[in-house]
């Protein structure tokens, strides 16, 4: 099999197909998620035996216990993916919204219309139900996608991508609208970042390592999100029963998460009155508390208290494992953040007005919160309904990306004959 | 001199000068800009005199006509720079804007806040104006900037430069914001493009041959434009003294812009009746028509009549000559447009309401207009009050690109204690 030559024979259909999606009006595409629901509901006892394929020969390759959870396709998974669907079809259509449409003194109107990007590329591990959910966006926001999962999770992947098409040649649209690479050699992957004639985007979902890779070799576009080292400063006009109850759920409501809290920071002021409380918590969770100094010395005598490294104010541990500094006061938290954050979500715990509002607007992050959990830093709770990653660019989507960031801008001109003088 | 490290040197500093232009008032920024208009005024004997050291070195290097002409600080360029300066500072900041601002479920209220892009790189060609515009633009949206203008061009930049230094340092903000490159090292470029810590975005200007450069070499996300291959349909339902005003503009306004139109496409029902009204406007202008068969079978006779060849339908003249194709309807010229256009500016001429709509979401172009001529896309004619550039991507800015352009969404949340259950 000449891998470019399949590749480039997908890149083709879906850029055919992304102008029948272009043009699909809202009724039509939400016909075709329902579609895809309902079919994923009846076919659940397929979709189980196809990824129990994939957990056997998984098992048989030795894959550790976390991986072999993450490519389980459980009763309650598949009931998900389908619900997921039909929470995409209640969301409101982006596609052909017209804003800031106004007269210009030389007669014309101008205003920008919201398009789809045209096709895009989602690159994953071994989840499947990114398969329908990332399919589910695209369908919805206009785009032709190609999906390219990890080979684990192959035949559950392509026992989905049969309800898809089904779906979507049942509502009248292409099914190659969403095409599910059938390969599972990494050559595709090389292909389909490298076609910037037929894929207009590429959303890596997976670790550092993969994403690291794909923008070394990239000539597509890419929305990506790499590594979340996210903070919590806790000021010294912070309320300390919000403090505490932030800080903790910041860290420990779930440990695997990319909004999850890495590096704590306390003022000075405050420090010698918040940690041992803090602490007192998160020894009830066995979590290790990695201290600079100042933090080392208030902290004397906690049991899984270590000394913090250079290291360890860039590290995602994405563990019970939180780094601790004690700060003099905003103005270093926000030095601090500035330099060492992944640009993903940080938080101030304070009741100050002014240095709330400082903190919100110098913090170059993705998302910045006052008096909040960084947990909240999602598609789902910022309202975008469902979120295909978060990216920590600045250039065009930041922060969760829903169904508008895989759309476009374009300008539109309302002329009545207007010439250039 | 060792390139890379005066590159990284310039590089921190203007990090760290982003750092306080995020930060600065309205009232400051527009103070600085004020205070570099006035000083463009006062001095421009001075800029004037540094203009001549590079005209003088320019002809020795027996640099051709018209670059010479761009490169020239003429009195009223020399104006024309400070009244753009003026009407930046009379447009809105769009820093700190805060829009969609909306409790959710849990508690917390969630908007999206408009802040700086960073550190901007700007790399461009012989007109010294660039300089003081791109300074402008950054300055008002908050930015750093590092400008590397074209070597020809090296005194007066410098002159230039100085003047915007002492007018950030007069209103209190860092000279290190505005920095222009001094050295003429095409090395300088291949580091400014490479220095994804120091720089967020480059934003060259310039011609296909700077942009497909560095397009390979860029590891900086790139706001680009490439070249403007625009075409007008004439629908056999437009107004036809419409359609030969708009046509007539779309060439002849002027032939060097991108905003030009390359290709004319006539609907085959008014083919007869239009391009014969439309040629003898274009030989008062000694047009060259490049046409398909059946354009030159209607129009045979004309003087400057070429038989168009397959590379027409994709080159960018910049000259009177004009591509031109009979097409059966409005799908074909559709198709024929998403086939060779370069993204930038497409516009139909038709009174048929129908059309009118599907043309404007089908055709997939930065701008797309309805009975109005391709020369206004622009940001002034748009309303956006300058323009930085105008971008052929998808991806963050489309079309022309103003202060919003340099500028991105952050989330902001506003919380009250909130944790995730």
């Known amino acids: 099999m000449d891998i470019?030559?399949?590749?480039?024979?997908?890149?083709?259909?879906?850029?055919?197909?992304?102008?029948?999606?272009?043009?699909?009006?809202?009724?039509?595409?939400?016909?075709?998620?329902?579609?895809?629901?309902?079919?994923?509901?009846?076919?659940?006892p397929a979709l189980?035996?196809?990824?129990?394929?994939?957990?056997?020969?998984?098992?048989?390759?030795?894959?550790?216990?976390?991986?072999?959870?993450?490519?389980?396709?459980?009763?309650?998974?598949?009931?998900?993916?389908?619900?997921?669907?039909?929470?995409?079809?209640?969301?409101?259509?982006?596609?052909?919204?017209?804003?800031?449409?106004?007269?210009?003194?030389?007669?014309?109107?101008?205003?920008?219309?919201?398009?789809?990007?045209?096709?895009?590329?989602?690159?994953?591990?071994?989840?499947?139900?990114?398969?329908?959910?990332?399919?589910?966006?695209?369908?919805?926001?206009?785009?032709?996608?190609?999906?390219?999962?990890?080979?684990?999770?192959?035949?559950?992947?392509?026992?989905?991508?049969?309800?898809?098409?089904?779906?979507?040649?049942?509502?009248?649209?292409p099914a190659e609208a969403v095409q599910v690479v059938e390969t599972t050699d990494r050559a595709a992957v090389g292909a389909l970042i490298t076609m910037p004639?037929?894929?207009?985007?590429?959303?890596?979902?997976?670790?550092?390592?993969?994403?690291?890779?794909?923008?070394?070799?990239?000539?597509?576009?890419?929305?990506?999100?790499?590594?979340?080292?996210?903070?919590?400063?806790?000021?010294?006009?912070?309320?300390?029963?919000?403090?505490?109850?932030i800080a903790f759920n910041a860290k420990c409501h779930r440990y695997g998460t990319c909004n999850t809290m890495e590096t704590l920071l306390v003022a000075q002021a405050v420090a010698a009155q918040v940690l041992p409380?803090?602490?007192?918590?998160?020894?009830?969770?066995?979590?290790?508390?990695?201290?600079?100094?100042?933090?080392?010395?208030?902290?004397?005598?906690?049991?899984?208290?270590?000394?913090?490294?250079e290291a360890d104010w860039s590290t995602e541990y994405l563990a019970p494992i939180l780094a601790v500094k004690v700060v003099a006061d905003m103005d270093e938290a926000i030095e601090h953040i500035n330099a060492y954050s992944s640009k993903h979500t940080e938080a101030i715990v304070t009741e100050n007005y002014s240095r709330a509002l400082r903190f919100l607007r110098e913090v170059d992050s993705a998302s910045v919160m006052v008096n909040a959990s960084t947990r909240f830093a999602d598609g789902f709770e910022y309202g975008l309904g469902a979120e295909i990653g978060i990216s920590n660019d600045k250039l065009h989507a930041r922060g969760p990306v829903g169904l508008e960031g895989l759309t476009s801008l374009k300008y539109v001109v309302f002329g009545h004959g207007e010439v250039r003088e």
């Open 277 to 309: 409380a803090l602490a007192d918590r998160y020894a009830g969770q066995q979590v290790e508390l990695r201290c600079d100094p100042a933090a080392a010395q208030i902290l004397a005598g906690y049991p899984q208290l270590v000394q913090a490294s």
């Open 197 to 245: 004639h037929y894929v207009d985007v590429i959303v890596p979902r997976g670790g550092k390592g993969l994403i690291e890779r794909l923008m070394r070799e990239a000539t597509v576009p890419m929305i990506k999100h790499l590594d979340g080292i996210c903070h919590v400063y806790i000021d010294d006009q912070a309320d300390l029963q919000k403090a505490l109850e």
């Open 48 to 173: 189980r035996a196809a990824n129990e394929l994939d957990l056997a020969a998984a098992r048989a390759h030795g894959m550790e216990a976390a991986m072999l959870d993450r490519l389980t396709l459980s009763d309650q998974a598949i009931a998900t993916m389908a619900l997921g669907l039909e929470q995409i079809v209640s969301l409101a259509d982006p596609i052909g919204e017209i804003s800031n449409m106004k007269y210009r003194p030389s007669g014309i109107q101008v205003g920008q219309m919201r398009v789809p990007l045209g096709v895009i590329g989602i690159i994953y591990e071994a989840r499947p139900n990114v398969t329908v959910d990332a399919a589910g966006l695209c369908i919805k926001s206009g785009n032709a996608t190609i999906l390219r999962g990890g080979s684990e999770a192959i035949h559950c992947n392509q026992a989905l991508a049969q309800l898809v098409r089904a779906g979507l040649q049942g509502a009248g649209l």
């Open 4 to 44: 470019q030559h399949y590749m480039n024979q997908l890149g083709q259909r879906a850029r055919a197909a992304s102008r029948a999606m272009a043009r699909a009006d809202t009724a039509t595409k939400n016909q075709a998620l329902s579609l895809i629901a309902a079919a994923i509901r009846r076919e659940a």
